[in-house]
């Protein structure tokens, strides 16, 4: 298993500005994946983000708007960009396990309001 | 991208009665999973189906596959208040490592 510590669990921002939300694993992980989660939807791919390389971003997602960072097998961020009331969401960081087929874990999830 | 379509979209019961909860999905999987969300926050992971099971049991869950029809059922026996949340269905289309694709959830409301 593992447990993921995600930070902050919410912030209000101002549009224009920039929020950087943290993920710790407690255990090595090879890839950590990052969601957003509009109000009301389910969840959507935002990229996944390799250690050592840089991350692979899903159709929509472009990595100015997005940068992430993966310094090492426990640590992640992601950046959320030039605030808009659109980039109002929850994001979640997930992880898997090197396992074939087993669950996936989650952060508790950053809910951003962008006034 | 989202592949799996869920339903129903919301879903209201009295405490006590079964909550069956229906999600389809488009291409061929590895395996699927339902997930539960209290209140928008992270998920807790409810049980995982292998494509190779047809049918799985934990608890007050239970939950079915059918490959044919690309289609799965959650069913919530006896429910309870504190079952009230949303609940994601999620494929797992390769092994490992490779991140999950959900289906548009739905909510669930026990009414005590």
């Known amino acids: 298993s593992a447990v993921i510590s995600q930070k902050p669990s919410r912030d209000i921002c101002q549009r224009g500005t920039s929020l950087t939300i943290q993920c710790q694993v407690d255990?090595?992980?090879?890839?950590m994946f990052w969601y957003r989660q509009q109000p009301g939807q389910s969840l959507t791919l935002i990229a996944t983000?390799?250690?050592?390389?840089?991350?692979?971003?899903e159709s929509g997602f472009v990595i100015d708007k997005f940068p992430i960072s993966r310094p090492n097998l426990t640590f992640s961020t992601l950046t959320v960009s030039n605030l808009s009331p659109e980039d109002s969401s929850i994001y979640l960081c997930?992880?898997?396990?090197?396992?074939?087929?087993?669950?996936?874990?989650f952060g508790q999830g950053t809910r951003l309001t962008v006034v | 991208s989202q592949q799996g379509e869920e339903d129903p979209q919301a879903l209201s019961i009295q405490e006590g009665e079964n909550a069956t909860m229906n999600c389809s999905y488009k291409?061929?999987?590895?395996?699927l999973q339902w997930y539960r969300q209290n209140s928008g926050r992270g998920l807790v992971h409810l049980i995982l189906?292998?494509?190779?099971?047809r049918e799985k049991h934990s608890g007050r869950l239970r939950v079915t596959l059918d490959t044919s029809k690309k289609s799965s059922s959650l069913l919530i026996t006896a429910s309870r208040a504190a079952d009230t949340a949303s609940y994601f269905c999620?494929?797992?289309?390769?092994?490992?490592?490779?991140?999950?694709?959900f289906g548009k959830g739905t909510r669930l409301s026990v009414i005590a």
């Open positions: 997930s992880v898997g396990t090197a396992s074939s087929g087993t669950e996936a874990f």
């Open positions: 255990s090595q992980v090879t890839m």
């Open positions: 983000a390799n250690q050592g390389s840089e991350a692979t971003y």
């Open positions: 291409t061929s999987i590895n395996n």
């Open positions: 189906i292998r494509s190779n099971e």
């Open positions: 999620a494929t797992d289309h390769f092994s490992g490592n490779t991140p999950l694709v």
